[in-house]
């Protein structure tokens, strides 16, 4: 409770939420604007028409903004995590509630349920605006709202709600060990974006085992090469390891800041 | 800023109505504000923290070195000093944010390994005051209030009490550091604690806040609260308490009554003959008398137990040298401090002198 009313700040909000939406929204308007007729035009944001015509054609704005999504997420639990500690705060709140695994995991629950809302919102934005920007373009969007569209929609939408609390996770584990918020982003950024694209370049079995790449993997549905059941179940695995050792760590360390 | 009423302490139920239209919540001068010659700590209510061999070690170094602390329930404890001395290592251990390397401790009658025990009936400030910067001092006091389950209705209480009941929906960073210590002090109070502990708790207030922060310490402790201050204002710390504990590189080096640890060093016997030719004759007395003592300022000043003064005057007189003023002066607890904290050359006391020098 005591972390709501943290996360209810204006600036939080602002800034965390709004750039979320900002990048679902500029992914789903750019994926639109720059549908093509014809074969795409290389990398990009372009996709064809029909394409976006598929039922599946409504998420694939939000899909592609997974990874930046994800980005800020981490971000979000990172400084919600480490400023605790930069701040001095810390001490004041394991002074009030010593029993630090209930603490972590009352500050964790609170986070997911401000990542779940922010990113469902995020979506409801993204499919508004596809939904309003789709008949300009010539996009049949019948396909969206039948059932098979709707059924595909709620997965998308589910892939990429666990995959963006998987990035707040890595971000609150990273603010955890290196208590600072600064700290975690920079080198969750710098872990997530280059370090394992060149891992995954020079390690073939890398997509089985990155979390990065298992992350994005997840968000996009699985892939050809590593199915959405055995990527869930590496990151569940992960997810496990990150909470009893974050737990560990965190009961068992001194708050001498 | 309001002129912050005097700093009275709510307990668990608010205070109605408008708190500068009671009087009796004015700020209360503090009896003694000289030396203090209260008795010792009473210790009718038993201890509230003891600890035995507490150690707390980073590498080799023993940052806190085997202290074994006795905090009487009911009383103001002062807790002092030199910087690095382990002051608050020590507090961060007493409240379960750090881990003992060695030894054990009770709090409230609980162990110190299961601070949730007892940390629901204790408030403190530690360092410097700690908040969310962005945050108003409200909204901070309100996160602090929710997560110890504490009632939320004491915020506005405890912001009006330390004199920020207009500036509570302004953000922490905007604060001057005086009130930054006053919320730190509402943050304290917030449990309605049984044993409040305070680090430096007037760092950074102004004289004013000063003497409502030392009004606000009696007053909790008349009310039978515990108290433990940490400061380096020894001046301070003997106006307000009853109880002092001096560590000193991690070791403890006295703990026992203020009044105890001043009486325990040894007073001045100071004497001006009406003429200055006496004076050197004067100072011979004292030799011979076993007091051997030296000349400064045109009078004679001779380190006694200040019953030795009247026998001064006596053996003056038969060497018929009037006496113009002849007066005792006591030493302060910064002299006491400094005795006892200076390891070249002077004895180191432990505990309280089992009896004290008459006054």
Known sequence: MSELLKLRRRGLLLGGGGLLLGFTALFTILG???????????????????????????????????????????????????TEYTTGMLRNLLVREPRRVKFL??????????????????CIVSIVLALALAPGKGIDTSAWTSSTGIADTWRAVWHLLVAALGYGTVGAALAIIFRSPVAALAIGVAWILPAEAILSALWSNGQYWLPGQLLSNFASGGSSSVSLARTGLTLVVYWAIIAVGTSMLFSRRDVAT | MATPVGWRVPRAEPLPGDLLAHDDLRPTPVAGSQTMTTAAAPPSGGLAVTTTGLTKRYGARAVVDAIDLELPRGVISGFVGPNGAGKTTTLRMLLGLIRPSAGTGEVLGHSITDPASYLARVGALIESPAFYPTMSGRRNLEILAVLGRHDRRRVTTLLAQVGLGDRGGDVFKSYSLGMKQRLGIAAALLPDPELLVLDEP?????????????????????????VLVSSHLLGEIQTI?????????????????????????????VAIPEHATDLKRLAAICTEAGHPCRIEDGAVHAPAPPEWAPELNRLAMRQEITLAALSVSRGTLEDAFFAITDTEGHQILAHAPETEVAA
């Open chain 1, 32 to 82: 639109i604007e720059n549908a093509t007729k014809g074969a795409t035009r290389g990398r990009g944001f372009h996709v064809t028409v029909a394409e976006l015509s598929k039922p599946d054609g409504l998420v694939r704005g939000i899909e592609r903004a997974s990874t930046l999504m994800g980005i800020v997420m981490l971000g979000i639990f990172a400084a919600a995590f480490g």
């Open chain 2, 202 to 226: 007037t760092n950074g207030l102004d004289p004013a806040g000063i003497r409502e922060v030392r009004a606000l310490l009696r007053e909790l402790a008349d009310d039978g609260l515990t």
């Open chain 1, 105 to 122: 995991t009352g500050k964790y629950l609170a986070l997911l349920v401000f990542a779940v809302v922010i990113v469902l919102v995020a």
């Open chain 2, 241 to 269: 308490c009853d109880h002092l504990v001096v560590i000193d590189a991690g070791q403890l080096r006295y703990q026992g009554a203020i009044d105890g640890l001043i009486s325990a060093q040894t007073a001045e016997v």
